[in-house]
């Protein structure tokens, strides 16, 4: 069988996370951030890294995201309208699966929109899980997975 590829955009502490996961999971991980800075800290622990501008067309073709079995928008709060922009593009592109990152229900609403198969929040994925631990301790079942 062949190996998944996977693009990782925005390499923040979420995009590298999911990067480095991705990764030690057996999916090959292309990962593209605006940053040189942040490239070069990546770039040996995955199998490709870039800097690039993730609205350009052109320069996600170049960059082969056109090629992979899934991507990521994994761009921070602080660029809502690249992330946007990003996940619209994934989808004009053709790639068969994209997971975006919302900071709040606004923005999950319109990447689901514009082309994400999955939105995650992390700020409230980690509060639902934080919030199991403390409920399963409370009850005597605490469980350190999660």
């Known amino acids: 069988m062949e190996k998944k590829t996977a693009a990782v955009i925005g390499i923040g502490v979420f995009g590298k996370r999911m990067a480095l996961s991705l990764t030690e999971n057996g999916i090959q991980v292309l990962a593209l951030d605006k940053e040189q800075k942040i490239v070069e800290e990546v770039k040996k622990q995955v199998n490709g890294a870039a800097v690039i501008d993730s609205t350009d067309e052109h320069s996600m073709r170049k960059a082969g995201v056109d090629q992979v079995d ?3 928008c994994a761009i921070g709060n602080d ?3 690249d992330s946007i922009m990003t996940t619209a593009l994934l989808s004009k592109l053709g790639v068969d699966r994209i997971m975006a990152r919302a900071g709040n229900q606004t923005q999950e609403r319109i990447l689901y929109q514009v082309g994400a198969h999955e939105v995650i929040n992390p700020e ?3 509060a639902e899980r934080a919030a199991l631990r403390l409920a ?3 009850k005597g079942t605490h469980s350190d997975k999660g």
């Open 79 to 81: 660029y809502v309208e």
């Open 70 to 72: 899934m991507a990521v």
């Open 136 to 138: 399963q301790a409370a």
């Open 124 to 126: 409230e994925a980690t």
